[in-house]
Every structure is written in structure tokens, then in C-alpha cells.
């Protein structure tokens, strides 16, 4: 979906301007997006695998839910809407811990150039998996992985990406956190 986005300075100051997603991304223009690992208190992260037809890691099994905020929204609002709307959970703003924002920037073989704000939140998947509803737009399915893949994406095939390893090693430790609090 071709969404209306808030164009961000590389520093992550609003520019006051806006465009569409796909104009941001030709242009490689900062804007923000939300990550939400979904977690559960026997250490599980959930993982969804992104459909075939998504232009960027199509079928890659990738962050439990994230998207990009709209022009104007909340960054907490955007991450609620994003979980429901990915996976049918509904989440209270108090379900929701902000580990980080971290500065993404990739140009993909397809042009695209993703320099992004990612807005990075942990949350306890307190509903059984099996009550969850994936949006088929966006998903291809949801699975329940051990906490450790995040420490140990160089052996998986098409789970995370090795390159991104000190990121999940964070959310690993920010996750074991919470967990032991």
C-alpha cells in the first residue's frame, strides 16, 4: 500500500514535508517506521514470514511485525495499528516497550532505498498463536521460534539476515530483560 509518510532529515528531524512511501523510497528521502517483536514469557519470539509479492525480502522470515508510520500518526499508534493490522492482535499502549531507535540504510537490487527510523518496541505475546489473524497481503505466515534464532541467524536459511546480527543480539538481550524482571 502506497501510504502517505512524514519525510525525516538523516538526524530523524521532521522536515515538515510529506510524500507517498514508494516516492520516499525512489528517493532514499528519512522516514520512520515501527518493529514490534512479539515475545513469550517461555522464550519464543514470533517470526513472520513475509508474502512472495512484497518488493523488498519476499519470504524472508522477518521482525514479528513492522511497517511504516503514516503522515502525521503517533509512533505508538502506528505500531498498535501495524500489529493489529499484520496479525489481528490487539496491544495497549502499556503493552509496549520501546528498546531503541536505530538508523536503517540499504539500497536493494530493486532501487529501493530504504533509509529508515526504525522505532524498535518488545511486547509479550500473551494470545495463542493459533487465535492470531494474518494479513495475507502482507504475511504468509507466523510461527513461534526459539528466542536463541535471534543469536544465530548466520545458520538459518531465510530466517533474518546475518548482516543485521548486532541488531537482533539487541533485542536477544533487551527481551531476556523484561523477561527476568
Not at 522536515?15 to 517483536?37: C, I, P, Q, R, Y
Not at 499502549?93 to 538508523?103: A, E, M, P, Q, W
Not at 489473524?133 to 545458520?155: C, G, M, P, R
Request: without cysteine; hydrophobic residues 40%.
Amino acid at each position: 500500500m502506497d501510504e502517505l509518510i512524514d519525510i525525516l532529515t538523516p538526524e530523524g528531524t521532521p522536515t515538515g514535508k510529506t510524500a507517498l512511501k514508494s516516492e520516499a523510497h525512489k528517493n532514499g528521502w528519512f522516514h520512520n517506521t515501527v518493529h514490534v517483536w512479539l515475545y513469550t514469557s517461555d522464550k519464543k519470539i514470533l517470526l513472520q514470514k513475509r508474502a512472495l509479492t512484497k518488493k523488498v525480502f519476499p519470504g524472508l522470515w522477518d521482525i514479528s511485525v513492522a511497517g511504516h508510520i503514516a503522515a502525521g500518526e503517533e509512533i505508538t499508534t502506528a505500531a498498535l495499528r501495524e500489529v493489529y493490522e499484520e496479525i489481528g492482535l490487539k496491544l495497549s499502549i502499556t503493552d509496549l516497550t520501546k528498546i531503541g531507535t536505530r538508523i536503517h540504510m540499504v539500497t536493494h537490487n530493486n532501487g529501493i532505498q530504504d533509509n529508515e527510523h526504525h522505532h524498535v518496541f518488545i511486547a509479550e505475546l500473551k494470545a495463542k498463536i493459533e487465535t492470531l489473524k494474518i494479513q495475507t497481503e502482507e504475511v504468509d505466515a507466523i510461527k513461534l521460534f526459539d528466542l536463541s534464532i535471534l543469536l544465530n541467524t548466520e545458520k538459518q536459511k531465510n530466517i533474518l539476515l546475518s548482516r543485521f546480527h548486532e541488531y537482533y543480539k539487541n533485542v536477544y538481550n533487551k527481551i531476556l530483560e523484561q523477561i527476568n524482571i
